[in-house]
């Protein structure tokens, strides 16, 4: 039997979710874990911002359809953005001091896009999709390991009064 996907359609976007087993992200968009390193950094290494231990490193697939975004939220530690499959998405990131910043994660690499991008700890951070009724498929790699219990998801009122003059960025990919 001959499976055919058109390159950015829902269909596809099923398909991967399916073959790949992922599963609805807290922050939106749907995941799966696929790599937590064996080794493991002791608290008296990983500084006061992380509690406990930590692996090395953790990867995940991540893949956010144009019907939902990524919601504004932010971890304690770096993450890696890898583009796979489909279409870009903008990640947009804002620093604790205030900056805003926008790029375009894609494999165009002609017309400015990132294939990769790392978001540094501590920065909120949200992604959406660039076209209507498509997918993008991507990883996300975090180093020191990821654990929950260092993902704060945003709470609108609150990000928009630390920072107001992002309050439209943030209107739009916020859920609470």
């Not at 951070?125 to 975090?142: D, I, K, P, S």
Request: with cysteine; net charge negative.
């Amino acid at each position: 039997m001959s499976l055919k996907i058109k390159y950015n359609t829902m269909e596809a976007c099923n398909y991967i979710i399916e073959s790949l087993q992922l599963e609805p992200h807290p922050e939106g968009g749907f995941y799966k874990e696929t790599y937590r390193s064996e080794g493991i950094i002791n608290q008296d290494s990983l500084g006061k911002e992380l509690e406990g231990e930590r692996n090395y490193s953790t990867c995940i697939y991540f893949l956010l359809t144009s019907d939902t975004f990524s919601a504004f939220h932010r971890i304690k530690q770096d993450e890696i953005w890898h583009f796979y499959k489909g279409t870009p998405i903008i990640l947009h990131t804002i620093s604790a001091e205030g900056h805003y910043n926008s790029v375009v994660i894609g494999n165009h690499v002609e017309k400015g896009e990132l294939p990769q991008y790392m978001v540094p700890a501590g920065y909120w951070f949200a992604a959406e999709v660039t076209h209507e009724n498509t997918y993008a498929l991507l990883g996300c790699t975090v180093s020191p390991g990821f654990d929950f219990k260092d993902f704060e998801l945003a709470n609108r009122a609150s990000l928009i009064t630390t920072f107001p003059k992002h309050k439209a960025i943030i209107t739009k990919l916020t859920r609470l």
